[in-house]
């Protein structure tokens, strides 16, 4: 993963409206934290690495849950798997043991954003539409 894509998910919406989703997400509040990225693993069935926490904090999972309902609320329709906090590195990777502990990281959510995902021939590239400090 390119460092300039690193990013974690809150709700994926797939091909939409970006003016319904900013109204949304303008709608929604959070406070500011720190996210522990303290753990690592493999999922087997995406075939992906990748970091996140331990737990996921109460102000991280508020701020996806009331995310996920003003985008309900406004007609989109959302996956129905539980928010799972993770920020995805490797893909397309092979199983290999046990991954490393990792150094002590520290993410400041200060902010969440819009983006929209282009392809070209390098692959993914976000562009970001609009920003929303919490």
């Given at each position: 993963?390119?460092?300039?894509?690193?990013h974690?998910?809150?709700?994926?919406?797939?091909e939409?409206?970006?003016?319904a989703?900013?109204?949304?997400?303008?709608?929604?509040?959070?406070?500011r934290f720190?996210?522990?990225l303290?753990?690592?693993?493999?999922w087997?069935?995406?075939?992906?690495?990748?970091v996140?926490?331990r737990e996921?904090?109460?102000p991280?999972?508020?701020?996806?849950?009331?995310?996920q309902?003003?985008?309900?609320?406004?007609?989109?329709?959302?996956?129905?798997?539980?928010?799972?906090?993770?920020v995805?590195l490797?893909?397309?990777?092979?199983?290999?043991?046990a991954l490393p502990?990792?150094?002590?990281?520290?993410?400041?959510?200060e902010?969440?954003v819009?983006?929209r995902?282009?392809?070209?021939?390098?692959?993914?590239?976000?562009?970001?539409m609009?920003?929303?400090?919490?």
């Amino acid at each position: 993963m390119a460092a300039k894509n690193i990013h974690m998910t809150l709700a994926f919406l797939g091909e939409a409206e970006p003016a319904a989703a900013i109204a949304a997400a303008r709608r929604v509040e959070g406070e500011r934290f720190e996210l522990a990225l303290d753990t690592a693993r493999y999922w087997r069935h995406n075939q992906i690495v990748w970091v996140g926490p331990r737990e996921t904090p109460a102000p991280l999972a508020a701020l996806a849950e009331r995310l996920q309902l003003e985008l309900f609320r406004d007609g989109f329709m959302l996956e129905r798997r539980p928010f799972a906090a993770h920020v995805t590195l490797l893909r397309r990777a092979a199983p290999s043991g046990a991954l490393p502990a990792l150094p002590s990281l520290s993410w400041p959510v200060e902010a969440f954003v819009l983006v929209r995902s282009d392809r070209d021939h390098e692959g993914a590239r976000y562009v970001v539409m609009e920003r929303f400090p919490l």
